[in-house]
């Protein structure tokens, strides 16, 4: 079939039941990694339909980071991926680089907008990799860790988010504000100290197969000395005291400290790989994607999250 022009316009809170169905009967698995509902209304939320219908949604958003991600995309099975961006980055740009947005990115769940992203100037920015455990066996435990670990309080949190960013590159940085949602919705939020001293932090969400750790980070100055293992030996123990059966997370392919220390605790590849794309917003922006090598991070849903069109 011939497709004509797409609509594109703002999504509004009437929208949302219209937004629901498309991801209820999309097939193709979809970006779906925020909290998009609040989100109606915004500029960078869009709305693409053909012949009055919706056939796609987009939202973008920056999160005190100069790289604005796409949080969720989903798009009908009958309308070209193509079709779709030339419609809808028009509108999409220009309310980004007014947030600040020096950049956009966009994870390919599914792997089927990367040639339309590549056609349209965007690069490859990562290969992420999705690890699970799905046993009870843990590598002996370190003696005399000179280090403590504990839940996460909401004073922590501007400690946290100031480790996040010295321990992800841009790209990847998550807002002092975001990381207090994550901690009011985690299933588990710890955090490492050493003299009194905020040294690292691991995060998991709940997930449709247990849980999903979205975060794992340790200050530069505190790599490489054991902690990231302590932390996630800490947090594998609370989720099976909660009953948790399986455990993922997402790293970059080429983040080997990282995969080094989850194949140590019985983490092994699950789906395929994942890429993440990004294009310049602005013309004499440089991206530094250049990072420590004891931290992971999630952009993408869970397994079952991306399965669900979550």
């Not at 949190?157 to 996040?164: E, F, G, K, T, Y």
Request: charged share 25%; net charge neutral; proline share 9%.
């Amino acid at each position: 079939m011939a497709w004509g022009l797409l609509e594109i316009r703002p999504a509004v809170p009437a929208d949302e039941a219209a937004i629901r169905r498309l991801l209820g009967r999309n097939a193709r698995p979809c970006v779906r990694s925020w909290w998009w509902e609040e989100y109606l209304g915004a500029e960078t939320f869009l709305l693409a339909l053909a012949d009055g219908d919706p056939v796609g949604a987009l939202l973008a958003l920056p999160d005190d980071s100069p790289v604005a991600w796409v949080r969720l995309g989903v798009l009908a099975p009958e309308i070209p991926a193509g079709l779709w961006l030339d419609a809808a980055l028009p509108y999409l740009e220009p309310p980004l680089r007014a947030l600040g947005a020096r950049a956009l990115a966009w994870t390919d769940v599914g792997g089927w907008m990367g040639e339309a992203l590549r056609a349209r100037g965007f690069r490859p920015l990562a290969r992420l990799v999705t690890l699970m455990k799905d046993d009870r066996q843990l590598p002996p435990r370190p003696p005399g860790a000179p280090w403590t670990i504990r839940p996460a309080r909401a004073e922590d949190i501007p400690a946290v988010a100031r480790l996040d960013h010295d321990a992800f590159s841009p790209p990847w940085w998550f807002s002092a504000a975001t990381l207090e949602r994550i901690r009011e919705e985690a299933t588990c939020f710890l955090v490492a100290e050493r003299d009194g001293l905020l040294i690292g932090y691991v995060e998991a969400r709940p997930a449709d197969h247990g849980a999903h750790i979205g975060r794992l980070a340790v200050a530069p100055p505190f790599q490489r000395q054991g902690v990231g293992g302590f932390l996630l030996r800490t947090v594998l123990l609370r989720l099976w005291e909660q009953g948790v059966a399986e455990v993922t997370l997402n790293t970059q392919e080429d983040n080997v400290a990282s995969q080094r220390l989850y194949r140590q605790f019985g983490f092994h590849p699950v789906g395929p790989r994942i890429v993440a794309w990004w294009r310049v917003l602005v013309d004499e922006y440089q991206l530094s994607v250049e990072r420590p090598q004891q931290s992971t991070c999630s952009s993408v849903p869970s397994p079952d999250d991306r399965a669900q069109g979550r």
